[in-house]
């Protein structure tokens, strides 16, 4: 008898835990999804403003357009061109002491992220001087 009791003791104690559980997940869902909503619609107005900022300073959809993406760009290379760099400097100096064909990897993967960062941070700039001053 003991044993019936408890079993279904159990059986009704994970019963209400899963309905707890479903009653407490739908209400925090929709939580979450207002506020991932309203975050999302944040964001995105934040970026049109941005848009249509470099739109009216070119003068043009096109050139404010193309300047939007590379500011874009250049914010996010910085980032990833470091995560880079400190990956090839493992390969280079903690791989490449065993491995020396590793160890020029590594060298030419700082490198090519050193120059990808540098274009990355000077394309912006010629891209105004060449459409401020480049148009007539």
Same mark, same amino acid.
């Given at each position: ?5 408890? +079993?279904?003791?159990? $059986?009704?104690?994970?019963?209400? &835990? ?16 207002? /506020? +991932? +909503? *309203? ?16 739109? /009216? =300073?070119? *003068?043009? /959809?096109?050139? *404010?357009? =193309? ?10 290379? &910085? ?9 090839? =400097? $493992? ?14 990897? *590594?060298?030419?993967? $700082? &490198?090519?992220?050193? +120059? ?21």
């Amino acid at each position: 008898m003991k044993k019936i009791v408890i +079993t279904l003791l159990i $059986i009704i104690c994970i019963l209400s &835990i899963m309905f707890s559980y479903k009653v407490y997940a739908s209400n925090g869902e929709d939580v979450l999804n207002s /506020e +991932t +909503t *309203g975050k999302l619609i944040e964001i995105k107005e934040k970026a049109s403003k941005e848009l249509e900022d470099y739109v /009216e =300073a070119y *003068g043009d /959809e096109t050139y *404010g357009f =193309a300047a939007y993406i590379l500011n874009q760009v250049r914010f996010f290379s &910085i980032p990833l061109c470091f995560l880079g760099i400190s990956v090839a =400097a $493992i390969y280079q100096y903690v791989i490449g002491i065993r491995k020396l064909d590793t160890r020029y990897k *590594g060298f030419f993967a $700082i &490198i090519a992220f050193v +120059t990808i960062l540098i274009i990355c941070q000077v394309l912006p700039f010629v891209f105004v001087v060449v459409v401020k001053f480049g148009r007539s």
